[in-house]
């Protein structure tokens, strides 16, 4: 029989063999069956942020489940558990009032429980459980035996615990780290094309509201340019510095949006191994933009409610609130009114987020803004495509676009832009073939008769004149022997049709002499 100093050695030795709680309980494991009767060696904490034991690690025999790794305890339980001021080792009764809520659980039929409680300065902190296959197999010389080893199990519970919080702390910065990099797009007013034309009356609202903490609604079409609106907001407030998140309500699964909004702890649903922090929970000290907000289940309508009211968040499977210091600012291009009407989104939910809504016009009423948008995007897509001198426009393609209607609003000029590169990456942009066909025929110039020098549209053939006369000048627009004298008007006024046309500002060449 081995003696009780070189037991307890021996025991702590292999509890303490690994950082990996699961591999030294493996080793204990195979040392304690050989001297007690065991079938299952569990080491149990007490959870009170979850209100739950929770199984840190296990070893046991193949053949042999491991009981729920988190097992929920009826209300008033931990009071119960504390009150009681376990100290010595105990065969569980599961007929004893305080445990006959887990019998279900358990199911202790046939089986032996012993549990050797753990206790950290004094404090319960959980305990360690011995399991044999059949009844009263644990006797006195037993329960003196495993008594030795509190101290060492609850030194490595204690080790277990810290060393899991190091490792998901880690998980959440290298989860940070992620996921800013990849949600996180700085923007502000000034990179805005179209906000002192087209977008003025937006952000000049936009000026009015960013630095205040309200609720913003964004209204518009799909594809207006919502999301910039949202940059704007917040890269304009004081919450610059802390996150932007951003969020596709209706791209998220009806089951996953709860657990994607609001976060998940351990063992909340099949699957949850880990706790998880919503979009919520990210958005801490920053902004949270709630695009397409109409596509809202009633579920989560009722918990977003509560996160405006209260500034709290409830994870699933969690029984305590967490607070929060966010913006929401939400987008969609539903008549929310009409959905309240149909008793498809809540009426007070609703009031709470239309405090202030800000229209996003579609395209199509802010033509002005089509030309700078169209070089733009003419920019950034020749970076995104690896073409390194971005082409020209030819003369009167902006026209040509600023005519058209563009349903598709801004989203689609920009597919449109990038189509026209794949195609003619060497230049000139026409954009004949990318255009749609039904809509050209209204900006498009009859096709001009034999022998014609220009189109028979009055503004492609302006120019047409306006680049043959810079052919002449050399470039040369202002100044004796320009362009504009040539043309007998003002050097600004040709300047503006240039713009207007589309037509390059060329470099005065030398004049030969």
């Not at 030294?24 to 001297?35: D, G, P, Q, T, V």
């Not at 087209?198 to 509201?209: A, F, I, T």
């Not at 609003?409 to 000139?428: F, K, M, S, T």
């Not at 004949?432 to 900006?443: F, G, V, Y």
Request: aromatic share 6%; with cysteine.
């Amino acid at each position: 029989m081995v003696s009780h100093e070189d037991f307890v050695r021996e025991v702590s030795l292999r509890i303490c063999s690994s950082l990996d709680i699961k591999e030294s309980l493996r080793s204990a494991f195979n040392y304690l069956k050989e001297l007690v009767p065991l079938d299952l060696l569990s080491l149990i904490f007490v959870d009170e942020r979850l209100g739950a034991l929770r199984r840190i690690g296990e070893a046991f025999d193949t053949g042999q489940p491991p009981p729920d790794e988190i097992l929920p305890l009826p209300e008033g339980m931990l009071e119960k558990l504390a009150a009681r001021n376990f100290s010595n080792p105990l065969v569980i009764d599961y007929r004893d009032d305080l445990f006959r809520a887990l019998a279900p659980k358990v199911q202790p039929e046939g089986i032996t429980d012993l549990l050797v409680p753990l206790r950290i300065n004094g404090k319960l902190v959980g305990g360690l459980i011995l399991r044999a296959q059949g009844e009263d197999q644990y006797r006195s010389e037993h329960r003196a035996l495993v008594g030795s080893l509190a101290q060492p199990f609850a030194v490595a519970l204690g080790n277990a615990l810290a060393h899991e919080e190091v490792l998901r702390y880690q998980a959440v910065l290298l989860d940070d780290k992620r996921f800013l990099n990849r949600e996180l797009n700085p923007a502000d007013s000034d990179q805005i094309i179209g906000g002192s034309t087209g977008l003025r009356n937006v952000m000049e609202m936009v000026s009015q509201v960013a630095p205040l903490n309200n609720t913003i609604l964004l209204l518009g079409e799909t594809g207006t340019g919502k999301e910039v609106i949202a940059n704007a907001i917040h890269f304009s407030s004081s919450r610059k510095n802390g996150p932007f998140i951003k969020v596709n309500c209706g791209a998220l699964p009806e089951n996953l949006i709860d657990s994607e909004l609001f976060g998940h702890e351990k063992g909340a649903f099949t699957g949850a191994h880990a706790e998880s922090r919503g979009r919520f929970e990210r958005a801490n000290g920053g902004t949270i933009f709630l695009d397409e907000i109409g596509e809202l289940p009633p579920t989560a309508q009722v918990r977003l409610l509560r996160v405006l009211q209260t500034h709290e968040i409830e994870r699933v499977g969690g029984k305590r609130t967490i607070p929060v210091d966010l913006r929401v600012v939400a987008a969609t291009h539903r008549n929310l009114r009409d959905m309240v009407a149909e008793g498809r989104f809540r009426e007070d939910l609703w009031y709470r987020l239309s405090s202030f809504p800000i229209m996003v016009p579609p395209l199509r009423l802010r033509k002005e803004d089509v030309p700078a948008l169209t070089r733009h995007f003419v920019e950034v897509k020749s970076r995104e495509l690896g073409i390194l001198a971005p082409p020209t426009i030819a003369p009167g393609a902006l026209l040509r676009l600023t005519e058209y209607d563009w349903p598709g609003n801004v989203r689609e000029l920009e597919n449109l832009v990038e189509r026209e590169l794949i195609l003619h990456h060497r230049g000139p942009l026409t954009f004949d073939l990318a255009l749609p066909r039904q809509e050209q025929k209204s900006c498009s110039a009859p096709a001009p008769g034999a022998g014609s020098l220009y189109p028979f549209n009055l503004d492609e053939a302006m120019a047409v004149h306006i680049t043959e006369v810079l052919k002449v000048t050399q470039g040369k627009i202002h100044g004796p022997g320009g362009a504009a004298e040539l043309m007998g008007i003002n050097a600004n006024t040709l300047r503006t049709r240039m713009e207007k046309l589309g037509i390059p500002f060329p470099r005065q060449a030398p004049r030969k002499r």
